[in-house]
């Protein structure tokens, strides 16, 4: 495999691992035949990244030596970044960046060409992997809209960058709302500022979306995303369904693709003492209440996805169900009298998310073992989770 | 009331025409960052599930429809018993009183000052001489600024006694004194340093509509 990047496009490449080091500690790297695709889920598998460099955005592009199968790295996202740690660097001095792994070797070879005739070499040791695949599908979402990057940076410019989550929703007058989501603390005395910012939908390009509508989600994982899609300057849709159903952030232009898909809460993950909390800031006439999303659903949802046959089909490789990771909904009954009714995680993850986390479905065959807390096979021998 | 374009307030009753509030200030300040670019800014006292101090900011924007962004900061509300806590403090009559140098270049001499010491003596007298000094072990640095201007004093017995000539001082924590300066971001209309030797520093600044007054022990 080589691919040689030349230019302005070094820094473009460097951004994207920048933003992909926000979600996950592991770059999955595969070349495909579509173009370079580089991969990554968080540890809790409540997020999920990727970015797609076309053929045409390298000079050279060769997937695989003939003869051989494109190989398909997995990467310590530390060891990566460190090749493009500073950006300001990168645009000053790297003229060229090859990435390159050829068959004998045991190193992804990640070499930049700087000026005055210096070369950085950062050989890095990967893992053979499967094809790390989320199954998602922009098209199936009912709500969309899209902004260019400037007007959603502006949005998030208000909320503290310590703020873990934010609910994004149309209100009244079709009015897009970002509002700061705190859990309820137990600890009452200590109360959060509430920040919620508001913007005309005339500041969008496309917004599909009814009044009421609304998703919680990650704010720093987006930012990821919002940050390379503002140095780009591109524009970034938002693809949201019901609650609890992963949103898809998506940038795109002639040469890359990225996406972000993100675990949204749940209605029944959301800490309140009235249940239609969600909704009120963001209250329009029409019914706030969106699908019951309960947590026996999910299961019913696993099974229906992994019988759809997605437009993703066309990306090579076979996709393996990782370890759903899902919480069991079988908390211990229904007696917990706050809505805090998750169970408490399993060993060695990180700290209560809220979220679902998305599953990896197999597109292989319907009749493939069905989803539950047991670990499916993970994507190579190791195992995890 | 003439700063504000729209001012409404009611007290706990008409004697006390007051309310006391309790609030983090890093979440106003954090707020208020937001109004840089601002239309116009609202600030309401709410309750939102728990008191709330709502500031409401209409931003400038492009485009043709305004945006608008809303904190709701927790406050406390303090019961009228505990206002005479939070009373000014009365303060003994000072023994001089100056006009402060611009506070920009006073900023950057304490700044650089802060350096060598934890502690800086102000000394003034009523012959408008100001001196920032430090001593440490190794060095002494005195900054002396001269025909500052004194204003009139309020007791005119006190200020015929008093030897124009003579300082007053007071030893403060620079790094008080720092905090002070660093928060100045206009040069106010007026501003004037009261000394109590050896007890405390008064600072009274006055902007167009607003005064502000900082008081610092020695």
Same mark, same amino acid.
């Given at each position: 495999?080589?691919? #040689?990047?030349?230019?302005?496009?070094?820094?473009?490449?460097?951004?994207?691992?920048?933003?992909?080091?926000?979600?996950?500690?592991?770059?999955?790297?595969?070349?495909?035949? +579509?173009?370079?695709?580089?991969?990554?889920?968080?540890?809790?598998?409540?997020?999920?990244?990727?970015?797609?460099?076309?053929? /045409?955005?390298?000079?050279?592009?060769?997937?695989?030596?003939?003869?051989?199968?494109?190989?398909?790295?997995?990467?310590?996202?530390?060891?990566?970044?460190?090749?493009?740690?500073?950006?300001?660097?990168?645009?000053?001095? *790297?003229?060229?960046?090859?990435?390159? /792994?050829?068959?004998?070797?045991?190193? #992804?070879?990640?070499?930049?060409?700087?000026?005055?005739?210096?070369?950085?070499?950062?050989?890095?040791?990967?893992?053979?992997?499967?094809?790390?695949?989320?199954?998602?599908?922009?098209?199936?979402?009912?709500?969309?809209?899209?902004?260019?990057?400037?007007?959603?940076?502006?949005?998030?410019?208000? @909320?503290?960058?310590?703020?873990?989550?934010?609910?994004?929703?149309?209100?009244?007058?079709?009015?897009?709302? #970002?509002?700061?989501?705190?859990?309820?603390?137990?600890?009452?005395?200590?109360?959060?500022?509430?920040?919620?910012?508001?913007?005309?939908?005339?500041?969008?390009?496309?917004?599909?979306?009814?009044?009421?509508?609304?998703?919680? @989600?990650?704010?720093?994982?987006?930012?990821?995303?919002?940050?390379?899609?503002?140095?780009?300057?591109?524009?970034?849709?938002?693809?949201?369904?019901?609650?609890?159903?992963?949103?898809?952030?998506?940038?795109?232009?002639?040469?890359?693709?990225?996406?972000?898909? #993100?675990?949204?809460?749940?209605?029944?993950?959301?800490?309140?003492?009235?249940?239609?909390?969600?909704?009120?800031?963001?209250?329009?006439? %029409?019914?706030?209440?969106?699908?019951?999303?309960?947590?026996?659903?999910?299961?019913? =949802?696993?099974?229906?996805?992994?019988?759809?046959?997605?437009?993703?089909?066309?990306?090579?490789?076979? !996709?393996?169900?990782?370890?759903?990771?899902?919480?069991?909904?079988?908390?211990?009954?229904?007696?917990?009298?706050?809505?805090?009714?998750?169970?408490?995680?399993?060993?060695?993850?990180?700290?209560?998310?809220?979220?679902?986390?998305?599953?990896?479905?197999?597109?292989?065959?319907?009749?493939?073992?069905?989803?539950?807390?047991?670990?499916?096979?993970?994507?190579?021998?190791?195992?995890?989770? | 009331?003439?700063?504000? !374009?729209?001012?409404?307030?009611?007290?706990?009753?008409?004697?006390?025409?007051?309310?006391?509030?309790?609030?983090?200030?890093?979440?106003?300040?954090?707020?208020?960052?937001?109004?840089?670019?601002?239309?116009?800014?609202? *600030?309401? /006292?709410?309750?939102?599930?728990?008191?709330?101090?709502?500031?409401?900011?209409?931003?400038? %924007?492009?485009?043709?429809?305004?945006?608008?962004?809303?904190?709701?900061?927790?406050?406390?509300?303090?019961?009228?018993?505990?206002?005479?806590?939070?009373?000014?403090?009365?303060?003994?009559?000072? +023994?001089? %009183?100056? =006009?402060?140098?611009?506070?920009?270049?006073?900023?950057?001499?304490?700044?650089?000052?802060?350096?060598?010491?934890?502690?800086?003596?102000?000394?003034?007298?009523?012959?408008?001489?100001?001196?920032?000094?430090?001593?440490?072990?190794?060095?002494?640095?005195?900054?002396?600024?001269?025909?500052?201007?004194?204003?009139?004093?309020?007791?005119?017995?006190?200020?015929?006694?008093?030897?124009?000539?003579?300082?007053?001082? *007071?030893?403060?924590?620079?790094?008080?004194?720092?905090?002070?300066?660093?928060?100045?971001?206009?040069?106010?209309?007026?501003?004037?340093?009261?000394?109590?030797?050896?007890?405390?520093?008064? @600072?009274?600044?006055?902007?167009?509509?607003?005064?502000?007054?900082?008081?610092?022990?020695?």
């Amino acid at each position: 495999m080589k691919c #040689l990047v030349t230019g302005g496009n070094v820094k473009v490449l460097g951004k994207a691992v920048h933003s992909l080091s926000r979600i996950g500690e592991e770059l999955y790297l595969e070349p495909l035949e +579509d173009g370079l695709s580089l991969r990554t889920v968080n540890s809790s598998r409540s997020a999920y990244a990727c970015f797609l460099f076309a053929p /045409l955005f390298f000079q050279q592009y060769q997937p695989a030596a003939p003869g051989q199968e494109a190989p398909r790295c997995k990467i310590l996202m530390k060891s990566f970044l460190a090749a493009f740690r500073s950006l300001a660097m990168v645009e000053k001095s *790297v003229e060229k960046c090859c990435i390159s /792994l050829n068959g004998r070797s045991s190193r #992804l070879v990640v070499q930049l060409h700087c000026r005055y005739g210096v070369r950085k070499t950062h050989n890095l040791s990967f893992q053979d992997c499967e094809s790390l695949q989320a199954i998602f599908d922009p098209a199936l979402c009912s709500h969309v809209l899209r902004a260019p990057a400037r007007v959603l940076g502006e949005a998030v410019l208000p @909320f503290p960058p310590a703020l873990a989550e934010v609910t994004l929703g149309i209100g009244c007058g079709r009015r897009v709302i #970002l509002r700061s989501y705190q859990e309820e603390e137990a600890d009452s005395s200590v109360r959060a500022m509430v920040t919620e910012m508001s913007i005309g939908e005339e500041d969008f390009q496309q917004l599909q979306a009814q009044e009421g509508a609304a998703i919680t @989600f990650c704010l720093k994982e987006f930012r990821g995303l919002l940050s390379f899609a503002e140095s780009a300057n591109l524009s970034l849709s938002i693809h949201f369904d019901a609650p609890g159903r992963p949103a898809i952030f998506a940038v795109k232009d002639s040469l890359l693709d990225g996406h972000f898909v #993100l675990a949204t809460m749940s209605e029944s993950d959301l800490h309140s003492p009235e249940p239609h909390r969600l909704v009120p800031p963001l209250q329009a006439h %029409s019914t706030p209440h969106l699908d019951d999303f309960a947590n026996d659903d999910i299961d019913s =949802y696993m099974i229906a996805m992994e019988t759809t046959v997605d437009s993703e089909g066309s990306r090579a490789g076979p !996709s393996i169900p990782l370890s759903p990771g899902l919480r069991p909904p079988c908390s211990p009954g229904p007696d917990s009298e706050d809505n805090d009714a998750e169970p408490s995680t399993e060993p060695g993850t990180p700290p209560p998310k809220k979220f679902r986390s998305l599953f990896f479905g197999s597109i292989l065959s319907p009749a493939h073992s069905p989803p539950g807390p047991s670990p499916v096979l993970a994507e190579d021998s190791e195992g995890e989770g | 009331e003439n700063f504000f !374009s729209e001012f409404q307030m009611e007290g706990v009753s008409a004697e006390n025409n007051a309310i006391y509030l309790e609030l983090t200030s890093e979440n106003l300040s954090r707020a208020l960052k937001t109004a840089q670019n601002a239309r116009a800014l609202k *600030v309401k /006292l709410t309750n939102k599930h728990f008191p709330c101090l709502t500031v409401s900011i209409e931003l400038l %924007s492009v485009s043709s429809s305004s945006r608008i962004v809303t904190h709701d900061i927790p406050v406390k509300v303090i019961p009228r018993k505990l206002w005479k806590d939070l009373q000014e403090p009365t303060v003994p009559d000072s +023994d001089v %009183s100056i =006009y402060l140098p611009v506070l920009k270049t006073m900023k950057s001499i304490v700044e650089k000052m802060r350096n060598l010491s934890n502690h800086l003596i102000i000394e003034a007298n009523l012959s408008g001489d100001l001196n920032l000094k430090i001593e440490t072990e190794l060095v002494c640095v005195t900054t002396h600024f001269k025909d500052l201007g004194n204003p009139p004093l309020a007791s005119e017995d006190a200020s015929q006694d008093r030897d124009p000539e003579q300082m007053a001082e *007071v030893r403060i924590d620079i790094r008080k004194l720092l905090q002070f300066l660093a928060g100045q971001q206009v040069n106010p209309t007026r501003a004037v340093c009261n000394i109590v030797s050896n007890k405390l520093v008064h @600072f009274d600044l006055l902007h167009e509509d607003v005064s502000l007054q900082y008081f610092i022990p020695a």
